[in-house]
Structures are given as C-alpha cells and as structure tokens.
C-alpha cells in the first residue's frame, strides 16, 4: 500500500507553473502576483546554484530527472513547465 506522501502532485503545465512560481517566490524577492513567467530565469536574478537546487526539487516533487541545461534550453516558467509536463506526460503514456 502506498502512502499519499509519496504520490506526485498534478503534473501538467499549469500546476507545474504553479509549482515553480512558488518555488521561485520563496527563495528570491519577487512578488508572486502577478508573477512574470514569461520572463527568463536570469531577469528574476536566479543564480546558477538556485536553479540547480530547484531542479533538484522538481526532481523530488515529480519524480523525473530535471537537468540545469533544460533551463537554459527552456529558459522561463512558462517554457519550462510545458517541457516538463510534456516528458512527464510522455512517461505516462510509455508505461
């Protein structure tokens, strides 16, 4: 039996945009509303480390490997949340 812990949360790109404004708003001070996540990572002043550490996170929360170049090659929350979901969605549909 598994333990509701250990479930994922939703992962389409919305609550995957969710997830990372949130992430995103607790470690550097910018306000969550509106959040602009069509903006590139660097103009928030996320720092190299940041954006390894919340890969990291991602990783943990959605149980998929996430990689600093993916943001580099998917380089705002928008963007992003879309590639993630997009990966997580194709998992889905390989198992």
């Known amino acids: 039996m598994t333990s509701d ?3 994922s949360p939703p992962a389409d790109a919305e609550a995957i ?3 990372m404004v949130t992430y995103i708003t607790s470690v550097i001070d910018v306000a969550a509303d ?3 996540v069509a903006e590139r ?3 928030y002043g996320l720092d190299s480390i940041e954006i390894t550490i ?3 996170m991602m990783e943990e929360t959605y149980a998929i490997e996430v990689g600093p170049t993916e943001v580099f090659d998917h380089p705002s929350v928008t963007e992003l949340s879309q590639h993630i979901a997009g990966r997580l969605k194709d998992r ?3 198992a």
């Open 5 to 7: 812990a250990h479930l």
């Open 17 to 19: 945009q969710n997830w």
């Open 34 to 36: 509106p959040f602009p």
């Open 41 to 43: 990572f660097d103009n």
């Open 54 to 56: 919340m890969c990291g």
């Open 92 to 94: 889905s549909a390989a």
